[in-house]
Structures are given as structure tokens and as C-alpha cells.
């Protein structure tokens, strides 16, 4: 069992733990994630770890509360278990150990991105961040992202904060003003991380995305989180979940992403968190 030793609700819809687990903790590393389940039938629900700490034992993960499943988690408070928890699953990121990068967040995205921001900042590349949200009280980590950060923007598709558009609107501005970056990381829903890779590539700028497709056991076996990249089959949970986003079928990526999206509607409907039935 691993004890959720801290809560922080960071929007209507969007929950932080800090969960312990030391020997999981040990081995982590920025890029890498976890599988967690609450129950022995329980779905297994793949997470990227937004932060670690070696010593305390610790780990943190960031979700956000779009099904059955991670609004039964949501529910659970500081002192409840998590049944499982499996990791560190993936690749570490393949990160630079100079230059200047520019990184990009789209919603819960902003997440996974904080471990790979603060592990350039201590090599002492220069990260200008990007943070994007669909509206000002959905924005998350922007302390957490500042804090190792040079400069960080901030865009919402309502304009309630910041530049009223897209983090790929800002990138796109940046670029036109002749900013000069290395590489560009982006990480988010996947149609913004599909307009980020089409708005780099123009420029010709190595872009990063983060793959977070349907998963099952995170290991290779099961084949459920395959997508194409390179005209190759690859698979995130041992390959990626990075990968070069120039080479990303997003297309394939976003028709296997809805693939299960009536069995997910009728959960909801079951699901006492939502007003439905029992949930457990």
C-alpha cells in the first residue's frame, strides 16, 4: 500500500498527491512514470511523475479528473492508500546539458514537464516556459515552474490571462521575433502538442512531445499504447513515452485515443462521484 502522505487541489479538476514510495522514488528519474490502482480490480491508470524526492521517499503525481476512475482517485484524502503503484515505467527523457530550450504546457501537461524543467535548470541550460490553459483558474505549477524557469509566458484560449490563444500561438510568436532556442518540449492534450510540432516545423526546431496514450500493463506486453512514429511501430511505455514530434502520426495517436470513449461515457454514468451509482 503507498500512503498518500500529501493533498493539494490545484483546480476544480485537478489533484496533486505526494505518495510514499521509496524504493519507486530511488530509481526515478525526469520523463519516467508510474502505473497506480486503488483496488485489486481496479483500473490501472498511467501517471507521469511530476516530481520526486530521493530522500524523503517520495513521489508526486498530477492528474486530472476526466473519467470514472480518476474521480474515484480525486476522492481519496491525505492519509488513504493507493493499492498499487508500479514504476518508474519509460524512458528518462533525453535531455539537453546546455543551450536553451524552450518548453510548453498545455493544461495537466504543465505537469510532466516540471521534472524535465528542473533537471535542465540544474545542468544550467537556459528554459523559457510556456504555460497554457483554457482559461486563468486552470493554470497549474506556475510557482513551481517560475522558480526554474528564466521567463515563463502564459496564454489561455479565453484570454482571461495572458495571451488570448494557444501555446502554439506563443511559440509561433517567439520564433517570429527571432528568438533563438535549441530544442522546443512540448507536452499537453494532443491536439496542442500536433499544432506545436506543426508550428516548429516550418523552422526546422527539434520539438519533444510526450506520448499518454491508452495503457494497460506498461511493459511491453499488451501492445495497447502503440502508436507510428518514423512509419515505425513504437511503443510508449518502452520506447517513449518522448518522442520527436515531426515524426508522430498524431492523426493514428488521436483516433486510438477515443477508441473506448462510450465505455468511458457509460462508467461516468455508473459512478457515484459523478451523481450516479456506487462507484467502488
Not at 503503484?85 to 510532466?112: I, M, Q, S, T, Y
Request: proline share 5%; hydrophobic share 40%; aromatic share 4%.
Amino acid at each position: 500500500m503507498f500512503e498518500i502522505s500529501i493533498k493539494r487541489t490545484l483546480t476544480p479538476v485537478t489533484k496533486l498527491f505526494v505518495v510514499r514510495a521509496p524504493l519507486v522514488a530511488r530509481k526515478a528519474e525526469a520523463g519516467q512514470f508510474v502505473i497506480v490502482r486503488m483496488g485489486e480490480r481496479g483500473e490501472r491508470v498511467p501517471l507521469t511523475i511530476a516530481d520526486f524526492d530521493r530522500e524523503a521517499g517520495t513521489l508526486t503525481i498530477v492528474f486530472q479528473e476526466v473519467g470514472k476512475t480518476t474521480k474515484m482517485l480525486g476522492a481519496l484524502q491525505q492519509g488513504d492508500c493507493l493499492t498499487d503503484l508500479v514504476g518508474p515505467l519509460g524512458v528518462p527523457a533525453e535531455l539537453p546539458e546546455k543551450g536553451r530550450v524552450l518548453v510548453a504546457g498545455g493544461g495537466v501537461g504543465v505537469a510532466p514537464l516540471l521534472p524535465k524543467v528542473k533537471a535542465m535548470h540544474q545542468r544550467g541550460v537556459d528554459v523559457v516556459s510556456i504555460i497554457g490553459a483554457r482559461s486563468a483558474d486552470l493554470i497549474i505549477l506556475e510557482d513551481e515552474m517560475t522558480a526554474v524557469s528564466s521567463k515563463v509566458y502564459i496564454a489561455t484560449d479565453d484570454g482571461s490571462r495572458g495571451l488570448h490563444g494557444f501555446v502554439s500561438d506563443l511559440i509561433k510568436k517567439l520564433l517570429d521575433e527571432d528568438e533563438k532556442f535549441d530544442e522546443i518540449v512540448a507536452v499537453g492534450p494532443l491536439p496542442m502538442m500536433r499544432a506545436c510540432v506543426e508550428t516548429t516545423r516550418p523552422y526546422g526546431l527539434k520539438t519533444w512531445v510526450s506520448l499518454n496514450p491508452i495503457m494497460v500493463d506498461g511493459t511491453g506486453m499488451c501492445g495497447a499504447c502503440r502508436v507510428t512514429v518514423g512509419g515505425e511501430t513504437r511503443f510508449c511505455c518502452v520506447d517513449g513515452p518522448m518522442f520527436d514530434g515531426h515524426e508522430v502520426d498524431f492523426k493514428e495517436a488521436m483516433t486510438r485515443s477515443l477508441m473506448y470513449q462510450e465505455e468511458e461515457r457509460q462508467a461516468m454514468n455508473t459512478c457515484c462521484c459523478s451523481g450516479g451509482g456506487d462507484c467502488r
